[in-house]
């Protein structure tokens, strides 16, 4: 919760070690990691991110909207527009499926 309100506060720096302490104690939690990949975004850091996404889709590919909308963040900040909108279709699929 921290993490979300600095994020939404613009206090990137605390957000992302909020996010990065919370992942940290518990990596198979997914529920408001799409806000962390997209502070990772705003902030252009691809390692962070890019780890982010593969922890996130290591262990929620087939089930976690979030992981996807990490992949997206990531192929974005690469330039790879159609790929992020591809994973961003992935993540709707999935959230549909499960609501």
Request: aromatic share 10%; glycine share 6%; proline share 3%.
């Given at each position: 919760?921290?993490?979300?309100v600095?994020?939404?506060?613009?206090?990137?720096?605390?957000?992302?070690?909020?996010?990065?302490?919370?992942?940290?104690?518990?990596?198979y939690?997914?529920?408001?990691?799409?806000?962390?990949s997209?502070?990772?975004w705003?902030?252009?850091?691809?390692?962070?991110?890019?780890?982010?996404?593969?922890?996130?889709?290591?262990?929620?590919?087939?089930?976690?909207?979030?992981?996807?909308?990490a992949?997206?963040?990531?192929?974005?900040?690469?330039?790879?527009?159609?790929?992020?909108?591809?994973?961003?279709?992935?993540?709707?699929?999935?959230?549909?499926?499960?609501?």
């Amino acid at each position: 919760m921290l993490g979300r309100v600095c994020f939404e506060a613009g206090r990137y720096p605390e957000a992302a070690q909020a996010f990065g302490e919370a992942h940290r104690l518990a990596p198979y939690r997914v529920r408001d990691m799409e806000t962390y990949s997209t502070l990772l975004w705003h902030m252009k850091d691809e390692e962070a991110l890019a780890q982010l996404a593969h922890s996130l889709v290591s262990i929620g590919r087939n089930w976690s909207p979030e992981a996807w909308v990490a992949v997206a963040n990531c192929f974005s900040l690469d330039g790879d527009h159609q790929a992020a909108l591809k994973s961003l279709g992935r993540s709707m699929q999935l959230y549909r499926s499960a609501h």
